[in-house]
């Protein structure tokens, strides 16, 4: 149980995927512009991560692994990953009008971010059975979750300051972000 | 110029996948700790590139544009998979230090973004030649942020001692330090305006849509523009 509980944590806050591992970087950057639109692609991420882990566990331990099929794993994953997002983004569709609504064109995007595969892959490395994968996979969500939605918020009070010209834009997230990343390797001290 | 060889120019200085394009940022965020990390995954990098570049070149006719995305995945996948099976036999320091991010080239948006921009309009041999060129813009680029973040944050470049370790800024080999110095290397660009040229990418068809970042940036682009 405890170990459990570990996995989790350490996912979310002390190996955080996006300023630990520099996983998913790219929608991190792009879509931190607004807290609303951070936040359901949080949400999305969480619910296609947690999903991906579990199919991605299931066809490692009963598929691959039995048949000697290991170095198929990466072509084998992220075929899952961009079906299992096509599945859930027409599953959305017909049965939450509301929930593909607030998701909907994140739902696309989450097919190329890398912070997904990374954890699957992560997950066999570190020989995780069903459940831990599972935690593992929603844990890191929850630590993207906080990170984009973190950064959003500190966009919004950056868009009112007068900064120099050459630090707008990109420059000045990445600086922001190196900070978030600084406050977070404080949380390395709960790894026990 | 030689149109082959403005191809590698185009890669190197003029539309450098890390620097200008801001493509690909979290492999030159996460192996950027040592300057043998840049080099051992941009080369990586660029040898799937190559070799992707050509296989989707020479498939262009056959592949239906319907399904293009996945099958240039496909492709791009068997290519990491045999590039990882090759640095994990002959390479095992490679592999080690650079681990989870040799199978993540996949996801790689410059590989899928000259896929879509470059390689699917053009003959075998441009594509090639593309496709070093931007390896190697890569390559460089990683290294050079690789070799800053070493030197000052362990005191060595390449490996080599240049001053006791006592006086290095360990925070730039840490998380954080990727951050920074990538920032900087955007904020020296910006100061000297190489970013003008990017506008004019983004309205092209530098950007068809292959990560968030590019599409995120499209859409700001078309917004300005509209104002």
Known sequence: MKSLILIMISGALINNVVLNQF???????GVSKQLKASASLGGAVIFVMTIASA???LLYTFILKPFGLDFMKTIVFILVIAALVQIVEMFLKKKSPSVYKALGIYLPLITTNCAVLGIALTNVQNEYNFIESVLAGFGT???FTLAIVLLAGIRSRIREEDLPAPVRGAPIVLISAALMSIAFM??????? | MNKYLERLYNGLIKENPTLILMLGMCPTLAVSVRAMNGIGMGLSTTAVLILSNFVISLLRKVIPNEVRLPAYIVIVASLVTVTELLIEA???SVYKALGIYIPLIVVNCIILGRAEA????NTPGLAVMDGIGMGLGF???LTLAGLVREFVGAGTAFDLR????EYAVGIFIQPPGAFLVIALFIIIMNAIGIKTRQRELVNNDGCNGCCATCMTRCENAKEDEAK
């Open chain 1, 141 to 143: 969500a929850v630590g």
């Open chain 2, 139 to 141: 390559t460089i680029a």
């Open chain 1, 55 to 57: 199919v991605a566990s």
């Open chain 1, 23 to 29: 996983l998913g970087i790219c929608s991190f950057l």
């Open chain 2, 90 to 92: 002959y390479l095992p």
């Open chain 1, 186 to 192: 404080g949380f390395s001290g709960l790894s026990f």
């Open chain 2, 162 to 165: 240049i001053f006791p370790k």
């Open chain 2, 118 to 121: 470059y390689a699917n309009k």
